[in-house]
């Protein structure tokens, strides 16, 4: 069972001018002269760790971490009062990533993505086919409409009620027929007595349901108000815009992935992002190595999928 390289600092870093008055912070770690590799944080609206560096041989490959719009160190951050969201959307992501390989100089890169990571990972192979490498990709998400209903508008409730009814607490008894668009409302309201503890509410259900068994201190994480914040409101505005996706765009044109190396890695319990998801994903692109961890959800640092992504990066390392 492989774990975690050891730790590691940056060797460099900056903040990049993407447009829109939008600028991403971007780091670099590993061998400078290394095989590039480019790791997409979840949410949208989470942010990079140093654990993610971890996830790649530090002695062969070029780490690039970065902080998707309006989340972790980029900035203007979404928790700000007044932030908008207008320009945050996936293709402007996927535009944000091509400026960044040419600002790094890179020619093509690895690209790894988990959750909404592999979301972007997709859009981004199926837009950009030749820049890349290989994909590993972790607890697939596509933004199909069964995909968001389970997960926000009754589904995974029937598995967790308890957990359901904090999630339901912020939401007036008659918003509770469309809660992606109730939180939408709540989330924007400029009073903090109504957006905070509906983004807190927000980020706990995700946090308390993405492990195999509930860890305190990811709630803990999730649930901190500055965070927290950033993180609802980001994830619910892609929600609400479904992506910006056609319904099933990115299994839809999968066929264009077929060239590319890739691995798809799933966890069997993984509530958040079920496996039937994996499971159209690999049918659509049969090419790839599809793994699916027995005993495991839908965080990437369980020990299963850890081990199964890589045993992944070091097979591509070569």
Not at 97 to 106: A, D, F, Q, T
Request: charged content about 25%; aromatic content about 12%.
């Amino acid at each position: 069972m492989r774990s975690f390289y050891p730790e590691i600092e940056p060797h460099d870093s900056g903040m990049l001018d993407v447009g829109d008055g939008q600028n991403i912070y971007w780091e670099t770690s590993g061998n400078p002269d290394g095989k590039p590799t480019v790791f997409l944080h979840g949410g949208p609206g989470a942010e990079s760790g140093p654990d993610h560096r971890r996830l790649f041989d530090p002695a062969r490959y070029r780490i690039i971490l970065l902080d998707q719009r309006g989340s972790g160190k980029s900035t203007p951050h979404a928790s700000e009062s007044g932030a908008d969201l207008s320009s945050n959307t996936t293709w402007n992501l996927v535009a944000d990533l091509e400026r960044l390989r040419e600002h790094l100089g890179v020619d093509r890169w690895q690209v790894f993505g988990g959750s909404w990571g592999s979301s972007l990972a997709l859009a981004y192979a199926e837009t950009y086919p030749q820049r890349v490498t290989e994909l590993v990709l972790r607890g697939i998400f596509t933004l199909r409409a069964s995909e968001l209903d389970w997960f926000y508008e009754g589904g995974a409730e029937e598995l967790f009620p308890d957990l359901w009814e904090d999630f339901l607490a912020p939401v007036p008894l008659d918003e509770r027929s469309n809660l992606i668009a109730a939180y939408h409302r709540l989330l924007n309201d400029p009073d903090a007595a109504i957006h905070g503890p509906a983004a807190v509410a927000w980020s706990t259900w995700e946090a308390s349901t993405i492990t195999l068994l509930r860890r305190p201190e990811v709630v803990a994480k999730f649930a901190e108000p500055h965070h927290a914040l950033a993180f609802a409101r980001i994830e619910n505005h892609y929600f609400v815009n479904k992506g910006w996706f056609e319904e099933g765009q990115l299994i839809r044109d999968a066929g264009i992935l077929a060239d590319i190396p890739g691995v798809i890695i799933q966890g069997r319990y993984d509530v958040c992002t079920p496996p039937v998801t994996a499971w159209d994903l690999h049918r659509a692109w049969p090419e790839a190595e599809f793994v699916m961890v027995p005993d495991a959800g839908h965080a990437f640092d369980e020990p299963g999928i850890l081990s199964a992504l890589i045993e992944a990066t070091d097979r591509f390392a070569n």
